[in-house]
């Protein structure tokens, strides 16, 4: 599989779109880079670039960037409300896929060393990539910021890892890293002061703030998020106070906690939290948790939508005060996400059905059996969020809570199938068309063939499994939930017997083409099993449905 390895340099400047346009067009100019985000800051003139790719597009394409950030700024002019030290100020890379944190340490050091010895400009590496203790902080390395460099870069501790250990006056230093994703994230206060702003980041932050004891010595009172920077400013442009937040590592302070944390603590010191600010992109998972947290204390089901989670926790930590915020370009796995391999669940309902209905033979039964599993089970899912919600049953929410939460498991892999059958059906074809000219071509095709075809039995085979597990749900609605929705429990129960039998037969019909007999022989017995099963669970639920209604 091919690796994806994510950069996020930040450059210092934020206000300039011609110079940001200039930047952003060189790191695009490398094949196999995809551009994720441009997240530019008027107050602390600074931009935040989100960019893919393979090892060495990545590097590249980031040695680009830097070249013509250290052409067009000049650091001797620039002001800001972030801490900076270089006209590319920071330049991470991060794991995202199939790629590990040595592979992300070799890029920071390949670019190191490209940046110090082409361009001349200082550079220190940090975080995983650091080459001692005292730099991977990289508060540590920045320390003194652009103006204090001139003397620190002198002293032995600040020797830089690659370049001249000179003050490179137009571009400063450049500090270039591997790391974790890091979530940089501000909240807002309904405050205009600095300092009231920074009493909360120091109440939050893993830091903490120093105090004093009994005796007048000097303390460090940590703060109650570990795993995170945060200081307090004022932004001019939107005329309110944040406390900006670095979250370094979000599996052990995810984004949701941090948020309360500061919701507490301006509110102990009479401000309060109005919204909140995501600078450049987040993972999936993050959102989904926050979703979740937020239904969590609200007592209701976390059984939902994944759109339905991310949508609680926008407006739960209203990331859209400040400006939209759009899932589709805000999340890291919707950037990288290629529709193209799903058009079938991404299609509408009627131009579903017309593709079903032409005299293409995809999408066939095996796509529409998983796709009404999925409705099976939908059903069921649904009766457990009412459930959860039924006046009277308060005390019950969290057991329908779970129920749902496994019902939108099931209906998110029967989903998935929904595409995959019809690529397992278009591998068969692929196989057949292949060339037969020579005997190697002619043995070549016929093991491509049955590859394909035994994929084409597995598939099936899974929405059979599925299904049927998925009616567990359904029958525990049908037996514990809401009473006035049990006749959608048992639509529920007779779509997941229609999948179970649906997929049986492609199972069937696929196994009819495979050499290996012993292995078409058990797939269809053991479907056959399966197929009975279900039919005497549809039986007990739409039993358990009629003495119900």
Known sequence: MKKVIECV????????????????????????????????????????????????????AAYRG??????????????????????????????????????????????????????????????????????????????????????????????PDFGPAEWNVRSGNIAIGARKILIAYNVNLNTTSTRRANSVAFDVREQGRKVKNEKGEDLVQPGTCKSVKGIGWFIQEYGIAQVSMNLVDIDVTPIHVA???????????????????????????????????????????????????????????????????????RIIEYMLADHSTSPLINMKLNAFAEETASESPAPGGGSISAYVGALGISLGTMVANLSSHKKGWDDRWQEFSDWAEKGQQYKDKLLALVDEDTKAFNKIMDAFGLPKATDEEKKSRKQAIQDATRYAIEVPYRVMQLSYDSMAVIKAMAEIGNPNSASDAGVGALCARTAVYGAYLNVKINASGLDDKAYAGEKIKAGKELLDKTLDLEKEIIGIVESKI
């Open 66 to 159: 830097i070249a013509k950030a250290a052409d067009l700024i000049d650091m001797s002019k620039h002001k800001g409300e972030h801490p900076r030290f270089g006209a590319t100020d920071v330049c991470p890379f991060i794991p995202i896929a199939n790629a590990t944190m040595e592979d992300c340490i070799a890029c920071a050091k390949k670019l190191g060393e490209r940046v110090g010895s082409k361009l001349g400009i200082p550079v220190y590496l940090y975080e995983f990539a650091a080459s001692a203790p005292h730099r991977k902080n990289l508060a540590s390395v920045r320390a003194g910021e652009y103006e204090g460099i001139k003397d620190k870069i002198k002293t032995a501790d600040w020797q």
């Open 259 to 329: 948020f309360d944390e500061c919701v507490k603590s301006a509110y102990n010191r009479g401000m309060r939290v109005t919204g909140s600010e995501l600078i450049g992109l987040i993972p999936l998972q993050s959102m989904l948790d926050a979703g979740r947290y937020f239904l969590l204390k609200q007592q209701r089901s976390i059984g939902v939508s994944e759109a339905e989670l991310i949508k609680i926790a926008i407006k739960s930590m209203s990331l859209d005060e400040l400006g939209p915020f759009d899932p589709q370009k």
């Open 9 to 60: 340099p930040n450059f210092s400047e934020g206000n300039d779109m011609n110079v940001i346009r200039q930047i952003t067009d060189a790191i695009e100019s490398v094949d196999g880079v995809k551009l994720l985000n441009v997240d530019p800051g008027k107050a602390t003139n600074r931009t935040v670039v989100t960019f893919v790719g393979d090892e060495e597009s990545v590097v590249e």
